[in-house]
């Protein structure tokens, strides 16, 4: 079964542990070497708004300048 690249991101949400911190392109990164998959980091952010608010994971930006987000809870 193919899976699309916002269950590949949302795998990689799932992955990480509290206190973990990445940004957009982290996150497209991570996707590009994990799957190689390419979206753009503000889609990848995107999908990670949704998986907050799917599974209730607590992710807070910490910097709005830097787009900065943290894993925490």
């Known amino acids: 079964m193919k899976t699309g690249s916002k269950q590949k991101v949302f795998n990689i949400l799932r992955s990480m542990k509290i206190g973990d911190e990445f940004t957009g392109y982290g996150l497209a990164d991570r996707l590009w070497n994990e799957y190689g998959g390419f979206r753009y980091p503000a ?4 999908y990670m ?3 907050r608010e799917l599974y209730g994971v607590d992710i807070d930006c910490i910097d709005n300048d ?3 987000y943290k894993v925490v809870e």
């Open 43 to 46: 889609t990848c952010l995107r």
């Open 66 to 68: 830097k787009s900065l």
């Open 49 to 51: 708004r949704e998986y």
